[in-house]
């Protein structure tokens, strides 16, 4: 079957749970993620977000419901070439090899593509450079491709991320709190390079976050998570401060939260 063009959601969750030995980590989340959506998902440490957006992304299976990625059943997608055209992931600690330079990082997101010989090849002389050289352009380090990654500072190593995602082309992204680790002028610049990736072509973005103010600048739709249960699914414009000051339960987040709880109405 073609999936390229398949005009349905680019996410269906069927009343999907994960469970590990101690915890519910996702609780019979039932859902659609339409193509081309831009989805936050918000929620306490330990609500479940790493883990709906790992299930999304066929890094781990469910143990009870279904998941579908472009209208394939995620069971079927065995080849990891076929899984990284339809998504890839931005982890929130960047996966780079920090002692490998730069170009080969985003090399990296060809690996998908490669037979194991070529990838080994590629670790040695850079193939398809002209690749990793435009992603490198457009993520603003043109100037770093031989750098050593570990080098580079932290928002900088996140664009390396994002470059390497940009050679991997997938259909859909996922960011497990992209903007966690950045000050906010340098959060609304890889938010604002994010959104322009997945406008140039389309994509799904789906990002765990915590702040409401990018929340409402960058995505369309919210699903607050608690407990690994759906707490909402909303349009950002009817998110309000005080379903999120349910959500967080504010307790011991209250400090990290009143500040960006104070500009929501
Ligand atoms: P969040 O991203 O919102 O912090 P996670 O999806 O990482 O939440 O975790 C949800 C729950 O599942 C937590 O209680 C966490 O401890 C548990 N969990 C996540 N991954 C594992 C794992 N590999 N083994 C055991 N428990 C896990």
Do not use: C
Not at 69 to 87: F, N, T
């Amino acid at each position: 079957m073609k999936d390229d063009n398949h005009p349905g959601p680019a996410f269906v969750l069927e009343g999907v749970s994960k469970v590990y030995p101690r915890t519910v980590a996702i609780s019979r989340v039932s859902l659609e993620i339409g193509r081309g959506e831009r989805v936050a998902v918000v929620g306490p440490s330990g609500s479940g977000k790493t883990t709906f957006l790992h299930l999304l992304g066929g890094i781990v299976k469910p143990d009870e419901g279904r998941v579908f990625i472009d209208g394939r059943p995620l069971s079927a997608l065995r080849r990891r070439k076929e899984l990284a055209s339809m998504v890839g992931l931005i982890h929130q600690q960047f996966d780079l090899v920090p002692h490998l330079s730069v170009v080969h990082n985003v090399l990296a997101g060809r690996l998908g593509y490669w037979n194991l010989l070529r990838s080994l090849l590629s670790l040695i002389s850079p193939r398809e450079l002209p690749l990793a050289l435009e992603a490198l352009r457009k993520v603003g380090l043109p100037d770093k491709v031989y750098e050593r990654t570990s080098k580079l500072s932290g928002g900088e190593q996140q664009r390396v991320a994002i470059a390497r995602l940009l050679v991997q082309s997938p259909r859909a992204i996922l960011a497990d709190e992209p903007v966690a680790s950045l000050d906010p002028a340098r959060a609304e610049d890889l938010m604002q390079l994010l959104l322009d990736i997945v406008q140039e072509s389309q994509r799904t973005l789906v990002a765990s976050l915590h702040s409401v103010e990018i929340t409402r600048r960058y995505f369309s739709r919210a699903i607050g998570l608690r407990n690994g249960q759906l707490q909402f699914d909303i349009p950002v414009e009817v998110l309000t401060g005080q379903m999120l000051e349910e959500l967080y339960d504010l307790g011991d987040k209250k400090g990290h939260l009143e500040t960006e709880l104070s500009t929501a109405p």
